[in-house]
């Protein structure tokens, strides 16, 4: 007997999972209607889709005021500003940091002011502000700093700058303790005491957390008359910044977020900010860049010079005012990102090895000696997804101290357990996300962190992982797969964390020429009762399950593929093909 709720009747496909329908589903639709579903089913009120068909800051912007201590922050960095001081921004070393480093480096920049800047070294600093660089910064001049992306759990360090007489204003997103560290403002909408703010406001990274701080700026001195005989900053023009850390921070692409990064992305495809398109062009980008090429090309060399190379170099890269030290800079980012590739394939298969003894654990937490602390996220990303768990990568150093990383699954708040850790004692530092987090272990902590982690999330993960199943939107027969169907899916996008790329079901097809191309990835055509065929792959599932099922088709088999359906960029993006997370029989 056939289930209403389970999608094309499939109770178990060929990776184990049930299908279900994500909001009703089961009807071919129209383009429109399709949109409509897909918005739907995203969480929006259907008296609101008109706005998030097409989101526009205008529409989604708040008023800057609502989060405390912003008019502070914007009073005090407009007072330096008139009074000529000089400000210092500290950045994190990711992307997020770099962006938004960047982006109040330009607004100043256009405001009269030429910052100092300031990226901590990985390695050799650690993450977030540190007492010797913030008296570094004051004996340089320094009257004003402004850390982004970072200073929310700076107790230690603020508390020294504060002797010293350095005045500090905090623009962070990460989660925050009970009490806060010492500094004249402190923005942030996941503070403890952000209620309302923080659930409409929460996700938000930390480059949209500036440009926040840049319309209240802007909203400061335009009180004060400062553009009275000069003009006003366009700050509208840096969202190609705001949507570039917003989509490498991988946060979720939910109002403001979206209509961020829809924005930003018309402002990047006009080619504003040359060293994005520096590293358009060493990325190898033959058109405008997509929400999916700032997570998976573009992101990922800036946060290259972080992980192996200069902290800096993103940042430089990204204010850069020559064209030529742009392309230099973009080139020296592009190595750096096959450098990093190298080193994680390495560490990856290290700590896979050790995951293996640990299938039946809650989470996976791995250490080792030797590893590259500049990509042990990366790599407890991956082994989040292989298992299907949280999971805990940590770089151990010569004195046996860890630097970790963690990813978690949704459902499963791993950012507020590290907290939780670091305040039992079990940590030196620690803090970040529900879906990430860092941390510093001490020597000899590791058995009992990995205690504390499991028994505190067992039962969180549990109920995460029970009964998952894979969400579908809509049926679409094998001649619906085209670049038309792109072109209507995109209209519901951008795409991403929080707001996932429509999932949809084409079938009954009989699968011919599959095969592994690559570095494990299957690939085929699907064959439809219609007459029409389409390309498909799927991405490294050549030792999986679905996998070696997909590979073992007989030619009298016919399947139910479910996946996106994508342009295939590599014969002109005039046809489309399917990136298949699953299959079932038919």
Not at 133 to 148: F, I, S, W
Request: proline share 5%.
């Amino acid at each position: 007997m056939a289930r209403e709720d389970l999608a094309c009747n499939v109770a178990a496909s060929l990776s184990g999972h049930p299908w279900r329908w994500r909001r009703g589903g089961g009807d071919q639709l129209t383009p429109d209607a399709l949109i409509d579903e897909l918005l739907l089913a995203r969480g929006v009120p259907r008296e609101d889709l008109p706005r998030h068909r097409a989101p526009t800051i205008r529409d989604f912007l708040p008023d800057p005021s609502v989060f405390r201590d912003m008019d502070k922050a914007a009073a005090r960095v407009a007072d330096a500003i008139q009074q000529s001081q000089t400000i210092a921004i500290f950045g994190d070393y990711d992307v997020d940091g770099a962006t938004s480093a960047a982006l109040l480096t330009l607004l100043l920049r256009r405001l009269g002011i030429e910052p100092m800047l300031y990226i901590p070294d990985r390695q050799a600093e650690g993450y977030g502000p540190n007492a010797p660089a913030l008296l570094a910064l004051k004996d340089l001049g320094a009257d004003l700093v402004v850390t982004v992306d970072c200073g929310a759990q700076a107790f230690d360090a603020f508390a020294a700058a504060q002797s010293a007489g350095v005045e500090i204003v905090v623009v962070d997103h990460h989660q925050c303790a009970s009490a806060l560290p010492l500094c004249h403002a402190l923005v942030n909408p996941n503070r403890l005491d952000e209620h309302e703010v923080g659930a409409a406001h929460g996700h938000l990274a930390a480059v949209g957390m500036s440009f926040l701080l840049g319309v209240a700026l802007l909203r400061e001195l335009r009180g004060r008359g400062f553009f009275a005989e000069r003009p006003e900053p366009k700050i509208i023009d840096l969202l190609d910044l705001v949507a570039l850390g917003t989509v490498a921070d991988v946060a979720k692409l939910h109002g403001l977020n979206r209509a961020f990064v829809t924005q930003g992305l018309k402002v990047m495809a006009a080619g504003q900010n040359i060293g994005l398109v520096a590293l358009a062009e060493a990325a190898r980008l033959t058109r405008p860049p997509a929400c999916r090429d700032l997570g998976f090309s573009l992101g990922p060399r800036i946060n290259a010079g972080g992980r192996v190379g200069k902290s800096d170099l993103g940042v430089r890269l990204l204010t850069a005012t020559d064209p030529e030290e742009a392309r230099s800079l973009a080139a020296e980012l592009d190595r750096l990102n096959e450098e990093r590739r190298a080193i994680e394939l390495i560490v990856l298969e290290q700590a896979e090895a050790q995951a293996e003894e640990q299938a039946d654990a809650p989470l996976i937490i791995v250490a080792a000696p030797g590893w590259h602390p500049g990509v042990i996220g990366i790599v407890s990303g991956r082994l989040k997804e292989r298992y299907d768990r949280p999971a805990i990568v940590i770089a151990l150093d010569e004195e046996g101290v860890g630097k970790g990383s963690g990813r978690s699954i949704s459902g499963v708040d791993l950012g507020a357990a590290i907290l939780a850790a670091k305040e039992e004692g079990l940590l030196i530092a620690g803090g970040g996300h529900a879906m990430a987090a860092g941390l510093t272990m001490p020597s000899g902590g590791f058995d009992a962190l990995r205690a504390y982690l499991s028994e505190r999330l067992s039962n969180n993960i549990e109920r995460a992982r029970a009964g998952r199943a894979l969400l579908i939107d809509s049926l679409c027969a094998p001649r619906g797969v085209s670049a038309g169907l792109c072109d209507a899916l995109d209209a519901g996008g951008p795409y991403g964390a929080g707001w996932p790329s429509p999932r949809l079901v084409s079938g009954p097809v009989r699968l011919i020429k599959v095969g592994v191309v690559g570095n494990g990835h299957v690939r085929g055509i699907a064959c439809g009762d219609d007459g029409a065929s389409f390309k498909w792959i799927a991405f490294r599932q050549a030792d999986t399950l679905l996998g070696q099922a997909l590979l073992a088709a007989g030619a009298d088999q016919r399947f139910w593929l479910a996946g996106s359906v994508k342009r295939d960029e590599w014969n002109g993006g005039d046809r489309a093909e399917m990136h298949v997370d699953d299959a079932a029989l038919a």
